[in-house]
């Protein structure tokens, strides 16, 4: 059979050129390239293959519901296996009581979100509007109204093309929270959410939509102690839901299953899982909604659920799910938490290497900020020793940049290690 030669300018998936990088196998965190080099993959794909490649727990769960049938929609045959995967997912998050909408994405799980908390706000509060307030420094996903609605703006660049949406309230990070001289971002910084809320008359507002913890967009910045909790206290002081969007975040990324566990008091009414619970496997979201707004979903007065959708619940989906949810119960969890924090003790001390200026995070998720112009020529110098990263976009201006070290939750000390070793080298190398 003659070989395949890809015509790459009609693949339209990426503003950059696409890589030039052929993988031909992959096992566990290890991405193997045809001329037999095997390379690391320090940044989970797109921090998504948190239990790593080619798991048998996976195959074998997708076989046995392959071999029983492979498609009915939730409308069509009883969704065993969707009932099966919430159970397990609710329990696994600590929300045993929640319900559960599936879908086939992040950027669908949010809007999921968006319209069950508006049907909600409707019916509960008697809204009159059904606005949803994000910060400056976040991305919920590629759809026309997340892009509209989200601080993201290196990936929606036009305001004319905001539909008179936007981020609403500063993020509490200090490149973007425009704070006088040497104020830092603490759990005041949330009175700003208060301002946003009372600016449009809290009528108006049906959600607060936020990641616990930043992902991509100015890279794995944290919270103030004390600032989620405080958002919760002034949403609930006005009748506005909290929305966490964990679709990076979620299923122990930052060492916990959700990010927000790191702090006491801050459960949202509803949040969105993705990456982590398909982990690659297969596209997936799931959004969970608390049982004290669920049955409001189904009242009388609601509009309809807008989660139908013709792959809103694939049976094929939801056993792969099921079997990255086999990996993830099947570590161990002290020895991965460990993990966790001698990852972080290690590329903290890169800070004190020329052109590191910040690492922060937790768990297995990091952003390693670097000083201006070094974020290419370091990613040849990891890939020169095996190691593949994620590039994030950036907060304040002039923008940050940086790269995102998130491997997958199953690495062993030896591949980290591994990743270390081969950063610090690639540092080094620059200076
Ligand atoms: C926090 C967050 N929300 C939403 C999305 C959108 O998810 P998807 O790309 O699966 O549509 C992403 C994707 O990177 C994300 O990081």
Not at 194 to 200: E, F, G, L, M, P
Request: aromatic fraction near 6%.
């Amino acid at each position: 059979m003659d070989r395949y030669l890809p015509q790459r300018g009609r693949l339209l998936t990426s503003t950059r050129s696409l890589p030039d990088f052929e993988v031909v196998s992959a096992s566990g965190p290890w991405l193997h390239r045809a001329d037999g080099t095997r390379i690391f993959d320090g940044s989970s794909g797109m921090l998504t293959a948190n239990v790593g490649q080619s798991s048998a727990r996976v195959l074998a769960r997708i076989e046995q519901q392959f071999q029983a049938y492979s498609f009915g929609g939730a409308a069509v045959v009883q969704p065993h296996i969707q009932l099966e995967l919430m159970d397990r997912l609710c329990r696994a998050v600590g929300r045993p009581q929640d319900s559960v909408a599936l879908v086939t994405c992040g950027t669908l799980g949010v809007e999921v979100a968006i319209g069950l908390a508006r049907n909600i706000a409707r019916v509960r509060g008697g809204k009159r509007g059904g606005d949803i307030l994000t910060s400056d420094l976040s991305y919920h996903g590629m759809s026309a109204l997340t892009l509209a609605l989200a601080g993201n703006h290196a990936r929606r660049p036009r305001p004319e093309d905001a539909m008179g949406l936007g981020p609403a309230f500063p993020a509490p990070y200090p490149p973007t929270h425009g704070h006088g001289d040497g104020q830092v971002c603490d759990a005041s910084c949330a009175d700003e959410v208060a301002k946003a809320i009372d600016s449009r008359g809290a009528e108006h507002v049906a959600a607060v939509l936020l990641e616990p913890v930043n992902g991509t967009t100015g890279g794995a910045f944290v919270p103030p102690d004390g600032y989620l909790r405080r958002v919760g206290e002034i949403c609930r002081e006005r009748d506005v839901l909290v929305i966490h969007d964990e679709v990076l975040t979620g299923l122990w990324r930052t060492g916990t299953p959700l990010a927000s566990r790191h702090w006491d008091g801050c459960e949202p009414d509803i949040v969105i899982l993705s990456k982590g619970l398909g982990a690659g496997y297969t596209p997936v979201a799931a959004v969970l909604a608390s049982p004290k707004i669920a049955p409001l979903i189904r009242h009388a007065d609601a509009d309809p659920l807008p989660a139908m959708g013709t792959m809103a619940a694939h049976p094929l989906m939801a056993a792969a799910c099921l079997g990255v949810l086999d990996e993830l119960e099947a570590m161990d969890h002290d020895a991965f938490r460990a993990r966790g924090e001698r990852l972080g003790a290690s590329l903290r001390s890169l800070t004190d290497l020329p052109g590191v200026r910040e690492v922060r995070g937790l768990g297995h998720l990091y952003g390693v900020e670097l000083a201006p112009g070094l974020l290419w020529p370091l990613l040849r110098q990891t890939e020169q020793r095996g190691v593949f990263f994620y590039p994030f976009t950036g907060a304040g201006e002039p923008r940050s940049e940086g790269l995102v070290v998130a491997p997958p939750l199953t690495s062993t000390d030896e591949d980290l290690d591994f990743l270390t070793t081969a950063l610090t080298g690639a540092v080094t190398a620059l200076n």
